[in-house]
């Protein structure tokens, strides 16, 4: 928990908790689809093939 800061800069006496998205660590950490594939090809998973439809315009 961190304590929020008011608007002046201040202290505003409420207590919150910060939270990060998924991509604040995008350029360290894989997508969960590499690391589904990595895995499943080390530990000799098959995986469905996934195929995308074009969407249409």
Excluded: F
Aim: proline share 9%; glycine share 12%.
């Amino acid at each position: 928990m961190l304590t929020a800061i008011g608007r002046d800069g201040r202290g505003a006496g409420t207590r919150c908790t910060p939270v990060i998205g998924a991509g604040a660590s995008a350029s360290i950490v894989p997508g969960a689809a590499t690391l589904a594939r990595a895995w499943a090809d080390e530990y000799d998973h098959p995986l469905a093939v996934v195929r995308r439809r074009p969407r249409p315009t």
